[in-house]
């Protein structure tokens, strides 16, 4: 992560939610004050980013690639 956070023992578990346009939630949840681990990062098989919930869940959304 961007702070320098590693994974413990049992590493990063995370609920994953794929989305159709990832920058339009990413703003849409930022208006709405949801607070990003990271910013968007993308890669061959698609674009991510992590958040983290009220309950302390990472959450991941997930846009894939398009073929």
């Given amino acids: 992560m961007p702070d320098g956070e590693q994974p413990r023992s ?26 990003f681990r990271n910013e ?5 098989g698609g674009s991510q980013i992590l958040l983290i919930d009220s309950s302390g869940n990472f959450v991941e959304l997930f846009q894939p690639a398009r073929r």
């Fill in 10 to 35: 049992r590493g990063w578990n995370r609920i994953h939610l794929i989305v159709d346009d990832l920058p339009a939630e990413v703003a849409r949840l930022q208006a709405a004050g949801v607070q």
């Fill in 40 to 44: 968007i990062v993308t890669g061959p």
